[in-house]
């Protein structure tokens, strides 16, 4: 093989080395809005089932939102949160935890979201042909004071 075929062959496999590490990162990254905001329209869901969990024994609180304006204004919340994919075995960094599980109109529960403080999400997708669960941390600020304020 002659010099020029060596520095073609060593450009070819740096190319392929870029663009699969281009790839592995790209997948890691998502967003709230791509996974389930693009997946469900606000007008499908019927009620909001939230459960939160304290590291205090006796403070569990159960609600069920079906109130059209908070349930926008917390999905408002959930939107612009950028995530990139992680461990499943995170503890809260806070006194509660929230699992929220989403249901449709025609009552099927198509989304279970379990929020670990302000830094850990983790998404079960109930897609009936295809579901899956992915834990990610959250990567942006996010802050959210609409689900907050259901238990005060």
Known sequence: MDKNGKYMLVGALLTGVGVSLITYTASRYTSFK???ANTIRLEEIASLEITRLSSVPGEKKDVVITDPAVIGRIFGDFSHVQLMKSARNVSSDKKFSYYITIVQADRKQRF?????GKHHMIIYD???????????????????????????
């Open 34 to 36: 791509r996974i389930v």
């Open 126 to 152: 109930n897609d009936l042909n295809n579901p899956h669960l992915n834990a990610y941390k959250i990567i942006s600020p996010f802050y959210p004071q609409a689900l907050e304020q259901t238990f005060e």
């Open 112 to 116: 279970d979201i379990i929020l670990k």
